[in-house]
């Protein structure tokens, strides 16, 4: 009987001791979970970011771990949403301090005319004027809306086969009554049975930016060429210009909306040539790349991947 009853105490004894454990356990469960929601509480207050931090095990390692993932995602989202007003915020900047200036110019347009107003010549002279600086508002909002549109993924691309060389002769054409006034050259070199499969409307306007782009800094008896070739997997265009090209300083910005190098002596453009253009080609799966010499000259290199 003695025998019994100390077997009987020592499992009572090891049964009080395994429950104590478990209670202990649970109760630091408890505690994690408690503490676990007030840093949630906390992150949603915004008085504290970061995750939870779990020493334990098994099922509440794993619970926690993907609340921390939750946390994560979440301080993404927060970060892109900062970054999305901020550049909204400066868009807005940007775009009033561009519209003040023509309309700033019109006014003072307006006021000659109403003084000048028997002065033939006067007057056509400023209408002409006027003219100039309406076309660069109208400039300026097609070229905010076209990005608009493609920021916001309304945009679908109507992909074609398209001829490379007549698509690219098109735009030579668009071009050429300048390029002529301004005694520049606009040449095609490339294989006339090359093609691709684009939206040729807005590879058009694309391509027709990097021309302009390449007239407004280009010089009388200067030389642009447009080019293009192919491989297998590769379809590559290329605009180059023997112009005045780009300052080092500039490299790295001159696809960023509204940048105005202190270089550039170029004070009719907007800054929005390059980014559409950029925004075009991307949407097309395809990216854009520049080189370019000061002094001698720029190439912006267009590559499109070959789909089956």
Known sequence: MNWLTLLLSCALCGMGAALGMAVRRLRLQEQSMENAAARIREYLLDRRKGGIECDEEGAMYHLFHEVNSLVTIADAHVDSERQAREFLRDTISDISHQIKTPIA???????ILQQEAEDTATVQKFTALSEQELDRIESLVQSLLKMARLDAGVIILEQLPENISELLEHIKGQYSFRAEQEGKEIGLEGDEQAVLTCDRVWLTEAIGNLVKNALDHTHQGDHILIRWQQSPCLTTISVEDTGSGIHPEDLYHIF????????SKDTQGVGLGLPLAKSIIEAHQGSIEVYSE??????????FPQTA
Request: proline residues 0%; aromatic residues 20%.
């Open 294 to 303: 000061l002094g001698h000259g720029t190439t912006f290199t267009i590559n």
């Open 105 to 111: 110019a019109l006014n003072i347009y307006n006021g």
């Open 256 to 263: 960023k909306r509204f940048y105005r190098s202190r270089f």
